[in-house]
C-alpha cells in the first residue's frame, strides 16, 4: 500500500490535508495522527472493519481493546453511559491525558472493545487531533501507532517507520508534548481505579474522585491465572532487543556501578543529564534531568528506540521513583524491563 504523509505544523488544524484524511477515515482508511501523548493509529470508531485493519496494521491481537477519542467531553454520550463523576473529570482534565472506561452504547462494535461491555473514552488536547475527530464527525478509535511489540511512536518519523506501507495516511506533526500515553482509569460511581499511570497523575485524581486505588498490575506483574481488569495489562510489552537491567539504590551507588560497567561490555547506559560528564562511551542517552520528570517523560520511549539501534548486549537504566509522573515512567520500564530490577 501506498502511505500519504502529511506534514503539518502542530498549529496548522485548519490545514486541507485534515478534511483529506479525515474522509478517508470515514471511508473506512486508516490514518495515524498525532495526540499530546503519543501518535495514535485511527480509524472510524463506528466500523468494525475499520477495526479489524487496525488490528491488522499493528500486528496486535484483537481482543486487546482500542481507546475511542472524541472532539469533546460531552460527546461521549453517543458512545457511552457518562455519569456526574465523569463530567467533573471532564471539567478538570479534557481535553487532555486522561482515558475514562464507562459502560458501552451499541454504537460502539465490539471489535472495537474487544468483546468487552465498557469503551475506554478519551478527549485529546492535541489542535490537530480535535481538528482530524471534528471533520470526520464519528470517534476515532486509536491504539498507540507504533507496530506490536515496538514502544509507542513519539514522532512523524518513529510512526513512518513502524508503519508506512501499511496504512492509507500518516499525518507528521513533529513531537509529542508528554511522551507517555494518558491515564487510564476505571469509575465506580466516585471511586476511581488507575489502571495505567500517566501525566494526570493519583494525586490530581485525588481531588476529583472520592477515592482512588492503584491497580495492583501498574507495579506488580500478574500472577498466573490471574484476570488482568485491562486486557492490554496481560501482554508482554516493548522490551528491548538486548535485557533491561534497572538498577536501585543510592544516586552515587547506581553513578558509580554504571561508571564501572560502562566499558565492561557492549552496553548501553540511559541515564540523567547531570551523570554524563562521568560516562563517557558512545552509548550513553540521558532522558532529562534527574528531577524533570515531564522531561523524561518525554524523552523515554525515544531512547528506548535508539537503545535497540545502538546494539548493545545489555541496557541499564535508572530504577525510577513512583511519585507523581515517576509512577508512569516506573510502569512502562518495569514491563520493559521483565521486573528485573538490580539493588546496587
Ligand atoms: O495516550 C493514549 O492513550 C494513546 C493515544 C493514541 O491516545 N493510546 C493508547 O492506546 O495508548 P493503546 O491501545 O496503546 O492502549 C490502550 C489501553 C490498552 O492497554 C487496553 O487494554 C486498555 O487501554 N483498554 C482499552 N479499552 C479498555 C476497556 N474497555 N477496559 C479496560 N481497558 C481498556
Ligand atoms: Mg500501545
Do not use: W
Not at 472510524?44 to 491488522?56: E, L, Q, R
Not at 506488580?220 to 488482568?228: D, F, I, T, V
Not at 525515544?302 to 516506573?330: I, N, Q, W
Amino acid at each position: 500500500m501506498n502511505t500519504e504523509i502529511f506534514k503539518l505544523l502542530p498549529n496548522e488544524s485548519n490545514n486541507p490535508s485534515i478534511k483529506k484524511a479525515a474522509e478517508i477515515l470515514c471511508g473506512g482508511g486508516l490514518v495515524a495522527f498525532p495526540t499530546e501523548t503519543v501518535y495514535g493509529l485511527g480509524g472510524d470508531a463506528t466500523n468494525p472493519s475499520a477495526a479489524k485493519n487496525i488490528y491488522k496494521a499493528k500486528g496486535r491481537p484483537s481482543d486487546n481493546p482500542l481507546i475511542i477519542h472524541i472532539a469533546d467531553p460531552a460527546d461521549a454520550e453517543l458512545y457511552a453511559y457518562t455519569s456526574e463523576t465523569y463530567y467533573k473529570l471532564a471539567a478538570a482534565f479534557m481535553p487532555g491525558p486522561l482515558t475514562v472506561i464507562l459502560p458501552k452504547k451499541d454504537t460502539v462494535p465490539i471489535e472495537v472493545t474487544g468483546g468487552l461491555d465498557t469503551v475506554a473514552v478519551r478527549c485529546p488536547s492535541h489542535p490537530i487531533a480535535r481538528a482530524l475527530i471534528r471533520k470526520a464527525g464519528v470517534a476515532i478509535a486509536a491504539p498507540s501507532a507504533n507496530l506490536s511489540g515496538s514502544p509507542s511512536p513519539t514522532s512523524g518519523e518513529h510512526v513512518i517507520r513502524d508503519l508506512n506501507g501499511r496504512i492509507e495516511v500518516i499525518i507528521d506533526g513533529g513531537e509529542c508534548d508528554i511522551g507517555l500515553e494518558s491515564t487510564i482509569i476505571k469509575l465506580d460511581g466516585e471511586r476511581a481505579t488507575l489502571l495505567r499511570p500517566g501525566a494526570i497523575t493519583a494525586d490530581a485524581l485525588s481531588c476529583i474522585c472520592k477515592k482512588v486505588d492503584i491497580a495492583p498490575a501498574v507495579t506488580e506483574s500478574l500472577k498466573e491465572n490471574e484476570r488482568p481488569l485491562s486486557p492490554g495489562m496481560k501482554y508482554r510489552h516493548y522490551a528491548p532487543k538486548a535485557p533491561l537491567i534497572l538498577l536501585d539504590g543510592d544516586e552515587e551507588e547506581v553513578l558509580s556501578y554504571m561508571y564501572r560497567r560502562q566499558n565492561a561490555e557492549r552496553c548501553v547506559i540511559i541515564c540523567y543529564d547531570e551523570e554524563l560528564e562521568y560516562l563517557r562511551n558512545e552509548r550513553i542517552i540521558s532522558i532529562g534531568a534527574r528531577d524533570d520528570l515531564n522531561m523524561q517523560a518525554h524523552s523515554l520511549f525515544s531512547a528506548l528506540r535508539l537503545a535497540d539501534e545502538l546494539d548493545g548486549e545489555v541496557v541499564y537504566a535508572h530504577l525510577p521513583s513512583k511519585e507523581g509522573v515517576g509512577l508512569a515512567l516506573y510502569n512502562r520500564l518495569i514491563r520493559a524491563a521483565a521486573h528485573t530490577v538490580l539493588e546496587v
